[in-house]
């Protein structure tokens, strides 16, 4: 047998981010090396030439400040296309407008109620920071897009209309649109961002979202990437959205998937990348782990390594 010698950690003054990750690598620890190992996997598919890469997420991560790590994918171009819910437009929007605070996973749910803030488990947000500045900001430029001919919209689009109506660049919207990323939400009506479009076709009955657009985009993207790749943070409708287009290729080449969720149950959301092999959706050769962990801590490790490893030029491969 081949075997590699597991080796201590060592700690020292000056330890940098791409280090560190390469000692868990070494280390040979448990969820540490999964951690490290998808990191090199994240950077082998964004800096591989003729990758396309997906990357998927939950709206709740955005409702913290791993937002910022997101934007930073998004701003520096570094993926190619997103899948995500409903809830993401919410909370990015939302915080263009109004401020999220810190909670706690222990607040008194019926007190907090009785004084309208919302728990996010422990992020607190005000009514007045959620579905009321959603409203008040929302209506007037769903009546800019319709006045000036907007009629049936898909996801895609109707997203890049409000990335070009803000101007913060804190928002993921901002820099989608500015960078010509797409963002796609298949459970367009599952929020706050959807039930203002609700309301606004009560008196606009000719506003139509036409969800074949997007499907139609997903299929030509898939079919035209030479390889494909995806970073996929948690499961549920954006995990999978992007592995079922892309079993129509023949399956992920590169796969990184972080989850909470259990396998036990046959949840998608807990299933492993091992799984979505025998469907097709990652191919037997591709490079893929999934990491059981939560995102907002193991997702600034990974992208800090990805930073430092694009800032020295490494070569591509793992160790």
Not at 1 to 19: A, H, P, Q, W, Y
Request: proline share 2%; aromatic share 10%; charged share 25%.
């Amino acid at each position: 047998m081949n075997l590699r010698k597991v080796k201590d950690i060592e700690i020292s003054d000056g330890l940098t981010v791409s280090e560190l990750i390469e000692k868990l690598y070494d280390a040979g620890g448990f969820s540490a090396k999964k951690v490290a190992e998808a990191a090199m996997i994240l950077s082998n598919m964004i800096r591989k030439k003729d990758c396309t890469v997906f990357l998927s997420f939950p709206a709740c991560i955005i409702s913290t400040g791993t937002r910022g790590v997101i934007k930073y994918l998004v701003e520096n171009s570094l993926v190619d296309v997103i899948i995500t819910t409903c809830g993401t437009l919410d909370h990015d929007l939302a915080r263009v407008w109004a401020d999220y605070y810190h909670g706690d996973f222990r607040g008194d749910d019926l007190e907090l109620h009785r004084q309208g803030i919302n728990r996010l488990g422990n992020i607190f947000i005000p009514n007045d920071s959620y579905g009321t500045v959603l409203e008040r900001n929302m209506q007037p430029i769903l009546n800019e897009i319709y006045d000036s001919g907007g009629r049936e919209l898909c996801t895609r689009e109707i997203i890049e209309e409000f990335g070009k109506r803000i101007t913060d660049k804190n928002s993921i919207i901002y820099w989608a649109n500015r960078n010509k990323i797409p963002i796609y939400v298949p459970g367009i009506t599952d929020g706050a961002f959807g039930s203002q479009i609700w309301l606004f076709t009560q008196t606009h009955r000719d506003f139509k979202i036409d969800l074949m657009k997007d499907e139609q985009e997903l299929s030509d993207i898939v079919f035209d990437a030479k390889a494909s790749g995806a970073l996929m943070l948690g499961g549920g409708i954006s995990k999978h959205h992007t592995i079922w287009w892309n079993q129509f290729r023949d399956g992920l080449d590169y796969a990184v998937y972080v989850t909470t969720a259990v396998e036990y149950d046959g949840s998608l959301s807990g299933a492993q990348m091992r799984e979505a092999v025998s469907w097709g959706k990652v191919r037997e050769d591709a490079r893929y782990i999934t990491v059981e962990g939560e995102v907002t801590l193991i997702l600034p490790l990974m992208v800090a390594y990805l930073n430092d490893e694009i800032r020295k030029g490494n070569p591509l491969d793992l160790k």
